[in-house]
């Protein structure tokens, strides 16, 4: 079954201190991964996505993300978290499939910055 | 370029009310989903269509009726709605096609409450 898993509901970290959201995922065809992240009352935007290539893949706001097809993880990190990069996180997988047009998405990852 | 539109805001029904959400798209993207979004539950897609013309269920698409009116707008109609259906609800769109990239962007989310 196709499914998006991340693992952590709630993640709490300090500003300036890294970070690392996990994300794992289960598909059956070559995978397309994308991170979009949603500050709150807003919408989504797309922060980074892997199609082919290098497997470290560079996005906006100083995050990156890293395919393992090993692992079947995506996980997302940045360096040094800034306050206004509290928001809730999304993982998401497609496909190249010729009729698949939807993405599979996880539950979410809510980031809260400690001052 | 506006991206993705989506009208009303905020919007709030009483029971046995209907009501059309409005979506439309500027960036000539042949796929267009509606989304609903509740705490816990993350993204859920409630109908999409991968071209004008066509329309398929999602996962919730009880209690929704869509409309792709042309390329650019994709309708939510909920007929007669329910407590159980105030939630925040996304419309995507996306260019998908040979190869399909599947990135989605998003409008910014409409707000319904249904007492």
């Known amino acids: 079954a196709q499914s998006v898993t991340q693992p952590d509901i709630h993640i709490t970290v300090s500003e300036g201190a890294s970070l690392e959201l996990r994300c794992n995922y289960s598909?059956?065809?070559?995978?397309?991964l994308f991170w979009y992240v949603q500050s709150p009352g807003q919408g989504l935007q797309l922060l980074l996505k892997y199609f082919s290539g290098d497997t470290l893949v560079q996005g906006i706001k100083g995050f990156e993300a890293e395919f393992k097809r090993s692992q079947s993880s995506f996980n997302l990190r940045k360096p040094s978290v800034h306050w206004s990069d509290a928001a809730e996180y999304f993982c998401?997988?497609?496909?190249?499939?010729?009729?698949?047009?939807?993405?599979?998405w996880g539950l979410g990852t809510s980031l809260a910055v400690n001052p | 370029n506006a991206g993705v539109t989506q009208t009303p805001k905020f919007q709030v029904l009483k029971t046995g009310q209907s009501m059309t959400l409005q979506c439309a798209q500027d960036?000539?993207?042949?796929?267009m989903y509606w989304y609903r979004q509740d705490p816990g539950m993350g993204l859920r897609l409630i109908y999409y269509?991968?071209?004008?013309?066509?329309?398929d269920k999602g996962e919730v698409p009880n209690g929704y009726n869509v409309s792709r009116l042309n390329k650019r707008e994709f309708s939510l109609r909920l007929e007669s709605a329910a407590p159980s259906q105030t939630s925040v609800y996304f419309c995507?769109?996306?260019?998908?096609?040979?190869?399909?990239?599947?990135?989605?962007?998003f409008g910014p989310g409409t707000r319904l409450t249904v007492l």
């Open positions: 960036m000539n993207h042949n796929s």
């Open positions: 998401a997988v497609g496909g190249n499939a010729g009729n698949n047009r939807k993405l599979i």
């Open positions: 995507a769109s996306a260019r998908t096609g040979t190869p399909i990239y599947n990135e989605q962007f």
């Open positions: 598909y059956g065809a070559t995978p397309y």
């Open positions: 269509s991968a071209s004008e013309g066509t329309t």
